[in-house]
């Protein structure tokens, strides 16, 4: 038997296209609304359809909530079925996860050596 083929659609999806837009997702912040979604380029009505779902997503998920990971890949999936670049501006680098900066307090400095000037308790 002869496979079928749909022809020209094979080579549709085999070649990659130009992406029809840009996303970057900015965190704002530990407070809500964590998220802003910016566009450089793209038809506006798609990227503002895109926005709406991404931030049904993101709306109450800060980068260290357990739940961000599983939406985040959710967007990505959602841009790659677009074709829209997207971009993520966490306010840190990649390799550093999120959870340790988010938590994380500035260091207390050493207090300094008490002198004893006091009675030695008799």
């Known amino acids: 038997m002869t496979p079928v083929t749909t022809g020209e659609q094979d ?11 840009h996303v970057r997702i900015v965190y704002l912040g530990p407070v809500a609304p964590h998220w802003d979604i910016q566009s450089d380029f793209g038809d506006p009505k798609m990227i503002e359809e895109f926005r709406q779902r991404s931030q049904a997503r993101l709306v109450l998920l800060p980068p260290h909530d357990p739940q961000y990971r599983r939406n985040r890949e959710r967007v990505a999936r959602d841009a790659e079925r677009e074709n829209i670049t997207l971009e993520w501006d966490l ?9 340790a900066q988010a938590g994380s307090a500035p260091p207390v ?10 009675s030695s308790g008799s």
């Open 91 to 99: 306010g840190a680098p990649e390799d550093e996860p999120v959870s």
């Open 109 to 118: 400095p050493d207090a300094p050596p008490v002198s004893g000037s006091g």
């Open 11 to 21: 080579t549709e999806e085999q070649e990659p296209q130009p992406p029809v837009g």
